[in-house]
Every structure is written in C-alpha cells, then in structure tokens.
Nanobody
Framework: QVQLVESGGGLVQPGGSLGLSCAAS????????MAWYRQAPGKQRELVAA???????NYADSVKGRFTISRDNAKNTMYLQMNSLKPEDTAVYYC???????????WGQGTQVTVSS
C-alpha cells in the first residue's frame, strides 16, 4: 500500500511559478510510474506529466516547455515545477503511482492550484 500526499498548491498570478510535491509512504515508489494529473471544474481528469521508474518523462502538449516533472527515490518524493502559469492551468492536481504488472494504482487527495490575477 502506498499513501500519497500532495503539497505546494495555492494561488499564483498568471506568468508565475509554483512547485508541487508528492510525498509517498508505506512503500518505496522507485518501482512505480509516477504521474501528475489535474481536474478542472466540469472537466475530466487529465494527465499532466509522467515519469517512469527509469526516469523517462512525458508531458501533455499544453504544458510542454513550462512544467517539469522529477522524482527523488531516496526521498520517496515526486515533484512538479510549474512555470509560466496560465489561468487554464487552474485545477486540482493529483499525484498518482501506478504499476501495471502488480496491478497497483494509488492516488493522492489532490491540491488546488489557482492561477488568477
């Protein structure tokens, strides 16, 4: 069992930056594909960025060049650095840990990110 806790959300002006963290406990995340998803009001949850156990990353087209996902397995933590934020980035951001072969999938409780002037 993996428990995931996001932190770092808040209110930021357009063009600003924010960093999210996802702290894991209960099991090491090193074998998991880790990802950030987000869900805006009235919209479906969507993948923002993912990082494999080997460190390969992929991003949604809407955040490429602005967001950076990373992981520190020694700290059992994943990060999302968000730069040049736009109002359309406003959403609840969720941390996810997934291991297909083990059929394991875990979610955090989410953290609100609001981009507004």
């Amino acid at each position: 069992q993996v428990q995931l806790v996001e932190s770092g959300g808040g209110l930021v002006q357009p063009g600003g930056s924010l960093g999210l963290s996802c702290a894991a406990s209960g099991s090491a995340i090193s074998i998991y594909r880790m990802a950030w998803y987000r869900q805006a009001p009235g919209k479906q949850r969507e993948l923002v960025a993912a990082i494999t156990s080997g460190g390969n990353t992929n991003y949604a087209d809407s955040v490429k060049g602005r967001f950076t996902i990373s992981r520190d397995n020694a700290k059992n933590t994943m990060y999302l650095q968000m730069n040049s934020l736009k109002p359309e980035d406003t959403a609840v951001y969720y941390c996810n840990a997934n291991h297909i072969l083990l059929s394991k999938n875990y979610w955090g409780q989410g953290t609100q990110v609001t981009v507004s002037s």
